[in-house]
């Protein structure tokens, strides 16, 4: 396991790097000038100072150079420094990403658990109303989209009932501290999380089902049966645990869209992550800074992908692992 793990982060850095020159020429290729749209806010056109600020950002060297000065950045672990925030890339992302991890994790687990959970009860009442109900509710929620979900939530659970608040991280102004703090928070997660787990939670419904009505087809299944074993001990022990492993490569693929889909919900919520610093750094032109986000996601979704295959060892110990 240890040498997997070692071969599977060696592999990593090289993708990485990969997606770092990929990256890199696809926001150079972008129209629009960084240096020329912060002379433009500042009410400058004079060629003068456009060249200092050129010059000061590195955008005056040839490409072929800015590419090397920020491949080897990226190897010190040195994201570069904003243009607009003034501030170090590292810096302003490690600000926003506890905020996108708290927010991915939750949906992750709503969408997985509610998903295997509703799975599970629809393969066991196959061709019940409940199954037809599961199927028909989750097929509602993957078809809408997720913008519009999101707004329908605001609309319902914040304006018209205001049971929950609709944007931001926390209560501005309300300085808590403590448990109360961590509280304030959770009732300002509640819609984004469940917004985003609910739109995925449809794939991992029609995964688990499929796979648990494959696996009640097979031999060890009727001998279960035949044993006497009673049902909901089969579903358990037997079924589910082999239906399983379908779903958790999904997931672990899915893991890493989780991020994309944040940058949507950040932006509706205003929720204070990295999805939404990205958006922003799209807008102002800040490559640096755009750069950096996409690094730091492409890193995830590696991460997410690697604790997958370990997943696969400790569900199913019978999976030999190779580098």
């Not at 506890?98 to 509703?118: D, K």
Request: net charge positive; glycine share 8%.
């Amino acid at each position: 396991m240890t040498r997997f793990i070692a071969g599977r982060l060696l592999k990593a850095v090289v993708i990485l790097i990969c997606i770092a020159i990929l990256n890199f020429f696809l926001i150079h290729a972008a129209p629009g000038d960084p240096a020329a749209v912060m002379a433009g806010e500042a009410g400058e056109t004079d060629a003068v100072f456009l060249q200092q600020l050129q010059e000061r950002f590195g955008l005056d060297k040839p490409l072929y150079v800015q590419l090397w000065i920020y491949i080897s950045s990226i190897v010190r672990l040195d994201l570069g420094y904003s243009y607009r925030q003034q501030l170090p890339v590292l810096q302003l992302i490690l600000d926003r990403l506890p905020a996108t991890l708290l927010l991915s994790i939750s949906a992750f687990v709503i969408s997985l658990g509610l998903g295997i959970l509703a799975g599970a009860v629809s393969s066991a009442r196959q061709g019940r109303w409940s199954d037809t109900l599961i199927s028909l509710v989750t097929l509602i929620f993957y078809a809408t989209p997720l913008f519009w979900l999101a707004l329908m939530a605001v609309l319902l659970f914040s304006v018209q009932l205001g049971w929950l608040p609709g944007f931001g991280y926390e209560t501005v102004g309300a300085d808590y501290t403590g448990v109360a703090r961590m509280l304030d928070i959770l009732q300002h997660l509640v819609l984004p999380a469940m917004t985003l787990g609910l739109f995925f939670m449809a794939v991992y419904v029609r995964m688990t089902r499929a796979s648990m009505l494959e696996v009640n087809q097979l031999d060890f299944v009727k001998t279960a049966k035949a044993k006497g074993l009673r049902p909901a001990v089969i579903q358990r022990r037997h079924v589910l645990r082999n239906a399983i492993l379908p779903v958790v490569t999904l997931a672990g693929l899915q893991a890493g869209q989780l991020v994309g889909g944040a940058v949507l919900i950040e932006t509706v919520f205003a929720w204070p992550g990295i999805g939404r610093l990205m958006f922003d750094a799209l807008s102002q032109r800040d490559y640096n800074l755009l750069l950096g986000v996409f690094i730091v996601s492409a890193a995830m979704v590696l991460l997410f992908n690697l604790i997958t295959d370990v997943l696969y060892r400790i569900v199913d110990p019978r999976i030999r692992v190779a580098s």
